[in-house]
């Protein structure tokens, strides 16, 4: 069973950075791709970054393209988001994603294990 767990949401204030982590277990983490997703209050969940198996491919939503970036260590079993120049707009519940496969497409159900999500609250 893949357990991944986020850490390192808070409250920022506009201009900020923060860190997300995700750890993952219960499979080989360097075979699958991983993601990010947000959530803000009253929305759908929104497909924010990916990065495939290798790390050697990504892909941003317009929206944060240009300030936030995913990477990954497969030594860590660990997947991060770099959020830069945050706007209260980025404020949501942030989750991170196990691919079902090696690559990734920006759409949830390509995605197969979620972790419980992160709050992130960027203040005007």
């Known amino acids: 069973q893949v357990q991944l767990v986020e850490s390192g949401g808070g409250l920022v204030q506009a201009g900020g950075s923060l860190r997300l982590s995700c750890a993952a277990s219960?499979?080989?983490?360097?075979?699958?791709?991983m993601g990010w997703f947000r959530q803000a209050p009253g929305k759908g969940r929104d497909f924010v970054a990916a990065?495939?198996?290798?790390?050697?491919?990504?892909g941003y939503a317009d929206a944060v393209k240009g300030r936030f970036t995913i990477s990954r260590d497969n030594a860590k079993n660990t997947v991060y988001l770099q959020m830069n120049s945050l706007r209260p707009e980025d404020t949501a519940v942030y989750y991170c994603?196990?691919?079902?496969?090696?690559?990734?497409?920006?759409?949830?159900?390509?995605?197969?294990?979620w972790g419980q999500g992160t709050q992130v609250t960027v203040s005007s």
């Open positions: 990065i495939d198996w290798s790390g050697g491919n990504t």
């Open positions: 219960g499979r080989p983490f360097s075979r699958y791709a």
């Open positions: 994603a196990g691919g079902r496969g090696a690559y990734y497409n920006p759409y949830a159900d390509t995605f197969g294990s």
